[in-house]
């Protein structure tokens, strides 16, 4: 990270600037990450560990080498990130030369150049718990002063997460209803259109959308879109 440092308390100040409805859940990620990355004290990387089901996934990363730390926890599913996601906790590793839970992945963070690391962790939703990273150069970067700067960010990266999950979700359920209603009204114009050519019900013209949908392997808006369609070009020839 090349990117000039800024006061923590800056940091919180800008994130809780972040408006929801023009940034998007990968674009808080992000920022979450950039954020911490410039603010926390003795931060040399940063990354945010997503963990859904037994699935963990860095969702974003300062540097390639965050990922990649985060990723040998993901390969053996076991570290201090995925602890921390599970347990909530915040799990530090004072010193990769004398870390004895992790032994072969600290070994693997120290040839890297990593000498300690800080996971905090991030409550989002039911199904999706998290985990903020912070890598440090040395050991014992993160003494509790240090710590404890980081856990205030990851209490307003959490909530600031939650919120952007819930919007997103709440955006793409109306992406998916508003898509739904132009499908049905597209069925209709279809059916009203085979009912009067047909002189037949509501429910034979449905039927006979569907059938024509499962002989053609298309579905049935397709079918109707196709045929509204070809009906608008009659009327304008």
């Given at each position: 990270?090349?990117?000039?440092r800024?006061?923590?308390?800056?940091?919180?100040a800008e994130?809780?600037?972040?408006?929801?409805?023009?940034?998007n859940l990968?674009?808080?990620?992000?920022?979450?990450?950039?954020?911490?990355?410039?603010?926390?004290p003795?931060?040399?990387?940063?990354?945010?560990?997503?963990v859904?089901?037994?699935?963990?996934?860095?969702?974003?990363?300062t540097?390639?080498?965050?990922?990649q730390?985060?990723?040998?926890?993901?390969?053996?599913?076991r570290g201090?990130?995925?602890?921390?996601?599970?347990?909530?906790?915040?799990?530090?590793?004072?010193?990769m030369?004398?870390?004895?839970?992790?032994?072969?992945?600290?070994?693997?963070?120290r040839?890297?150049?990593?000498g300690?690391?800080?996971?905090?962790?991030?409550?989002?939703?039911?199904?999706?718990?998290?985990?903020?990273?912070?890598?440090?150069?040395?050991?014992?970067?993160?003494d509790?002063p240090?710590?404890?700067?980081a856990?205030?960010?990851a209490?307003?990266?959490?909530?600031a997460?939650?919120n952007?999950?819930?919007?997103?979700?709440?955006?793409?359920?109306?992406?998916?209803?508003?898509?739904a209603m132009?499908?049905?009204a597209?069925?209709?114009?279809?059916?009203?259109?085979?009912?009067?050519?047909r002189?037949?019900?509501?429910?034979?013209?449905?039927a006979?959308?569907?059938?024509?949908?499962?002989?053609?392997?298309?579905?049935?808006?397709d079918?109707?879109?196709?045929?509204?369609?070809?009906?608008?070009?009659?009327?304008?020839?």
């Open positions: 990270m090349n990117q000039p800024m006061d923590p308390a800056d940091a919180l994130l809780g600037r972040v408006r929801l409805d023009e940034t990968d674009d808080m990620l992000r920022r979450i990450a950039e954020l911490a990355g410039r603010s926390l003795r931060a040399r990387e940063v990354s945010v560990t997503l859904r089901g037994r699935a963990g996934w860095t969702a974003a990363f540097s390639d080498l965050a990922r730390l985060d990723e040998w926890q993901y390969q053996e599913q201090p990130c995925l602890d921390a996601s599970a347990s909530g906790a915040s799990i530090s590793v004072p010193d030369v004398a870390e004895q839970r992790w032994p072969a992945w600290a070994a693997r963070a040839d890297a150049g990593v300690s690391s800080l996971s905090i962790g991030l409550p989002i939703q039911e199904s999706v718990v998290g985990a903020l990273n912070v890598y440090g150069g040395s050991a014992n970067d993160f509790p240090a710590i404890a700067v856990e205030r960010f209490a307003y990266a959490a909530v997460l939650a952007a999950h819930l919007y997103d979700s709440a955006a793409t359920l109306a992406d998916q209803m508003q898509e132009r499908g049905r597209v069925i209709e114009q279809a059916k009203g259109i085979i009912m009067g050519e002189r037949c019900s509501s429910e034979e013209a449905f006979l959308l569907s059938k024509i949908s499962q002989d053609s392997n298309r579905k049935v808006r079918v109707a879109e196709a045929l509204v369609a070809k009906a608008a070009r009659k009327t304008r020839a």
